[in-house]
């Protein structure tokens, strides 16, 4: 279809995937958007990451014109998409949500109701912001392995097996460490972004945020050093470019293509 509109007029379940929640309103709110051409009965699903706090706005516009709008943050990544088994951590209207699982049904193997608008998307930002954490400490964790001149199987080993087990230690470095930074993923812009919305849901919430710091500093050091448009498991080249100039597989020190 060539248009918004057509999409809109010709569809009685649009999602959505969009960067932000910037995209979002202006692909709702805008000239020739969703409010424009929406009509009762219909459903939008934003699948995007975005600020509940404008998620639960848009949803009360919609209301007003009889649409549910439904918030649904996805986990998984590239691969679980792939193979349909994402988890998706959903939003708004209890009996809305129970009408369209036929949508979830393809791309998913959980889809968990979270509650009211708003609380998929602020469900996302927090396991966001723990993927952030664990990522940015595991990369600093294994640069300072390297260059204690430690294994950094056995190293893995040891963690996977003790206190220090997370996603990062099991599913990233035992590929980063054999050179595969697992492209395609979330980049270190998008994790900077994912951080910040986390940061302003928690202050809504008054909830003081105290180890936001580590990861906004990693993944800006990144950007900063050329790797914001790489996948963010990158974090490790720039923690290691700032650390003597450490990879953790002996090979050049490439930087992306238009870094630093």
């Known amino acids: 279809m060539a248009s918004l509109r057509e999409v809109v007029e010709a569809a009685d379940v649009v999602l959505l995937s969009l960067p932000d929640s910037k995209v979002v309103e202006a692909v709702i709110e805008g000239e020739d958007g ?22 639960i706005r848009l949803h009360a516009l919609l209301r007003e014109r009889g649409v549910q709008y439904i918030d649904a943050g996805i986990s998984g990544g590239a691969a679980a998409a792939e193979k349909g088994a994402l988890t998706l951590m959903v939003g708004g209207d209890a009996d809305a949500i129970e009408a369209i699982g036929w949508v979830f049904d393809p791309i998913s193997s959980k889809a968990l109701n979270m509650g009211e608008s708003g609380a998929g998307h602020t469900t996302k930002l927090l396991n966001n912001f723990l993927n952030a954490v664990s990522l940015a400490a595991t990369a600093e964790v294994m640069v300072a392995g390297k260059k204690a001149g430690l294994d950094l199987h056995q ?25 595969d930074y697992l492209e395609g993923g979330l980049t270190s812009k998008l994790m900077t972004k994912d951080v910040v919305l986390y940061i302003d849901r928690v202050r809504e919430l008054g909830v003081a945020s105290l180890n936001a710091s580590g990861p906004l500093a990693s993944f800006g050091l990144a950007t900063a050093l050329g790797y914001g448009d790489a996948i963010s498991n990158r974090v490790v080249d720039a923690i290691g470019d700032v650390s003597g100039g450490i990879r953790l597989k002996d090979a050049p020190h490439d930087t992306p293509q238009g870094g630093k």
């Open 155 to 179: 190293l893995l080993d040891v963690l996977n097996s003790s206190s220090g087990v997370n996603f990062a230690t099991q599913n990233r470095f035992p590929r980063v460490v054999v050179g």
């Open 34 to 55: 969703i409010l424009k051409h929406c009509r009762p009965g219909q459903t939008v699903i934003d699948l995007s990451t975005a600020a509940a706090s404008s998620t």
